[in-house]
């Protein structure tokens, strides 16, 4: 049995971790490890507040259901307001969501070796891969397991970390590794996520959000997008920032979907160039034999939400 600290503050969490125990915000491993360091009572790592500048600092502790009132990146809301069911929001971090562990029965069951347990290879890629990558890029076929990722990274969202050299601010794409199969994310074992920084939200931009999934409710997706379109004066489209996940190791922006819809006019369907960059996003798809059909899933679900994010 783990022996559990309980610090209420950033520095006593810091010493413990230094001393070899490991962060925990109320959610289990499959491995307990000797000493926890349980994040619950720590202040400084709850709650929404504006800054100076615009932008909206969220606590690693600020609990799902907080960030599904979030008026000011609808975005954001509506991906946390269809996460889980209302008692995962209500007990569910942020900073849980984003750093947790690659969803693969491979993995949690003790009987399997593979390049995430200290062994080498994947199993999943030679037995059960229906839930797996599109985009393969390493030895491990699980796709990444956050929402709020993904629509963090459509918001170009920012993380601050904490460790024994500091505090660290980083882009969240660069909170992850698409190459390395052993790591859930870069934080080293000492090292403690605060906080999310949004951006000054946009106004009058459209958003949309789709969960494609195998039942309506409290199931892991198989193909997440967030679409968020920015007006220029004229109405048209400015700037758009078009994510996925579910799909890769790591969340994905679609740089060729974003450039096809600047100029887009809301109220219309999209135009051909749109379905140009959808048929390369297909087109750099690399699936395995099992999740071949999320290919087709992928450009539907993108199809959906542009649709909905452009509509009247």
């Given at each position: 049995m783990s022996?559990?600290v309980r610090p209420?503050s950033?520095d006593?969490?810091l010493a413990?971790?230094?001393?070899g125990?490991?962060?925990r915000?109320?959610g289990?491993?499959?491995?307990?490890p000797a000493a926890?360091v349980?994040?619950?009572?720590?202040?400084?790592?709850r709650?929404?507040g504006?800054n100076?500048?615009?932008?909206?600092r969220?606590?690693?502790?600020t609990t799902v259901?907080?960030l599904?009132?979030l008026d000011s990146?609808?975005?954001l809301?509506?991906?946390?307001?269809?996460?889980?069911?209302?008692?995962?929001r209500g007990t569910a971090?942020?900073?849980?969501?984003l750093l947790?562990r690659?969803?693969c029965?491979?993995?949690r069951?003790?009987?399997?070796?593979?390049?995430?347990?200290?062994g080498?290879?994947?199993p999943?890629?030679?037995?059960?891969?229906l839930?797996g990558?599109?985009?393969?890029?390493?030895?491990?076929?699980a796709?990444?397991p956050s929402?709020?990722a993904?629509?963090?990274l459509?918001?170009?969202?920012r993380?601050e970390?904490?460790g024994?050299g500091?505090a660290?601010?980083?882009p969240?794409?660069d909170?992850?590794d698409?190459?390395?199969p052993?790591r859930?994310h870069?934080?080293?074992?000492d090292e403690?996520l605060?906080?999310?920084t949004?951006?000054?939200g946009?106004p009058?931009?459209?958003?949309a959000?789709?969960r494609?999934?195998?039942?309506?409710?409290?199931e892991?997706p198989?193909?997440?997008?967030v679409v968020?379109?920015?007006?220029?004066?004229?109405?048209?489209v400015?700037?758009a920032?078009?994510a996925?996940?579910a799909?890769?190791?790591?969340?994905?922006?679609?740089?060729e979907?974003?450039?096809?819809?600047v100029?887009?006019?809301p109220?219309?369907p999209?135009?051909?160039?749109?379905d140009?960059?959808?048929a390369e996003?297909v087109?750099?798809?690399?699936p395995l034999?099992?999740?071949r059909y999320?290919v087709?899933?992928?450009?539907?679900?993108?199809?959906?939400?542009?649709?909905r994010?452009?509509s009247?």
């Amino acid at each position: 049995m783990s022996t559990i600290v309980r610090p209420d503050s950033l520095d006593g969490a810091l010493a413990a971790l230094a001393e070899g125990a490991r962060p925990r915000a109320g959610g289990v491993e499959q491995a307990a490890p000797a000493a926890v360091v349980d994040l619950t009572g720590v202040a400084d790592l709850r709650g929404i507040g504006p800054n100076a500048d615009g932008t909206v600092r969220i606590g690693a502790m600020t609990t799902v259901a907080a960030l599904a009132d979030l008026d000011s990146h609808p975005a954001l809301a509506l991906t946390a307001g269809a996460l889980g069911t209302p008692q995962i929001r209500g007990t569910a971090t942020v900073g849980g969501n984003l750093l947790q562990r690659t969803r693969c029965a491979y993995l949690r069951n003790p009987v399997f070796s593979c390049a995430r347990s200290g062994g080498t290879g994947c199993p999943s890629r030679e037995g059960d891969h229906l839930h797996g990558v599109v985009f393969d890029s390493g030895v491990c076929a699980a796709p990444h397991p956050s929402s709020l990722a993904v629509a963090l990274l459509a918001h170009d969202a920012r993380v601050e970390v904490v460790g024994p050299g500091g505090a660290r601010t980083l882009p969240i794409a660069d909170l992850y590794d698409a190459v390395d199969p052993v790591r859930d994310h870069r934080l080293s074992p000492d090292e403690i996520l605060v906080a999310v920084t949004l951006p000054a939200g946009t106004p009058g931009e459209r958003v949309a959000h789709r969960r494609a999934a195998g039942r309506s409710r409290a199931e892991w997706p198989l193909v997440e997008a967030v679409v968020r379109l920015s007006p220029a004066p004229d109405g048209t489209v400015e700037r758009a920032a078009v994510a996925v996940g579910a799909v890769a190791r790591v969340p994905l922006r679609l740089p060729e979907v974003e450039t096809a819809l600047v100029g887009a006019v809301p109220g219309t369907p999209p135009g051909p160039e749109v379905d140009a960059a959808l048929a390369e996003v297909v087109a750099r798809c690399s699936p395995l034999p099992g999740s071949r059909y999320k290919v087709e899933l992928v450009r539907a679900t993108l199809t959906d939400v542009i649709g909905r994010a452009l509509s009247p």
